[in-house]
């Protein structure tokens, strides 16, 4: 197929995956790896104090992510009947109307995640409860250990020293510009939470409980770790 790379620096054994609308679909993949060995180490102390429950603690949690897929990499050919009318006869005409390639998954992502917290639950009187706590989610982004890791910002203009065939403005991890891991690392992710219990009845079986705090979130690693070379779409053509 024209425009297609007849070159590439990984180099993928030999397989098959096609669609035909109506007919048939082939699919082989090879064998991975698929290493998620991840693990936490947490702890919690509660002490009790009068009419105070103090609550203390917090975790660890070691992120390991190695992938070694060949996911796309010799291409995926889809014949619908855009062209004919009929996905078989697309087929056999070579009118594939669509041709979808990847540059695998090839993963080394390895770091820790910390969380603490406090939490102090105040029997005010026989009636109020008050929940305060706090809590501190540092976020420090794991990282490809591989530097496969790219950043994209869109009016910058420059070029990557890493890969000059790269698009103009794609940068990699611990280039000028793009951090090591993509995303900066933020140290102040401080949440506290407040709530209360209130009952509505004498005997206390009705407590509708309430509260509000501020609460933060990871990036979604899906949108901060690309691996090269880029998936390329190509339009419809005969083979």
């Excluded at 991840?38 to 992120?63: L, M």
Aim: aromatic share 12%; proline share 9%; charged share 15%.
């Amino acid at each position: 197929m024209p425009d297609c790379p007849q070159d590439s620096s990984i180099k993928a054994p030999p397989e098959l995956s096609l669609s035909v609308t109506g007919g048939f679909s082939i699919s082989t993949n090879h064998l991975g790896q698929f290493d998620r060995g991840d693990f936490t180490i947490r702890e919690v102390v509660t002490k009790i104090k009068g009419a105070h429950g103090f609550k203390f603690g917090g975790e660890a949690v070691r992120v390991s992510n190695h992938l070694i897929n060949t996911f796309q990499m010799a291409g995926n050919f889809t014949f619908n009947g855009q062209l004919s009318g009929n996905g078989l006869a697309d087929f056999v005409l070579g009118q594939a109307s669509a041709f979808t390639q990847g540059g695998g998954e090839f993963k080394l992502r390895k770091g820790t995640t910390w969380g603490f917290f406090v939490q102090d639950d105040w029997r005010v009187n026989q009636r109020l409860t008050v929940n305060l706590g706090l809590r501190w989610d540092p976020y420090l982004p794991y990282y490809d250990r591989e530097g496969r890791v790219v950043c994209f910002p869109p009016t910058s203009g420059q070029r990557s020293n890493r890969d000059p065939h790269a698009p103009l403005g794609f940068l990699y991890g611990g280039a000028p510009g793009c951090p090591t891991a993509g995303p900066d690392p933020n140290w102040i992710n401080i949440q506290p939470p407040i709530g209360f219990a209130d009952p509505l009845t004498q005997d206390g079986n009705t407590r509708p409980p309430g509260g509000v705090g501020i609460y933060y979130t990871p990036l979604a690693s899906g949108g901060t770790f690309k691996v090269m070379p880029i998936t390329r779409r190509l339009p419809a053509r005969s083979l």
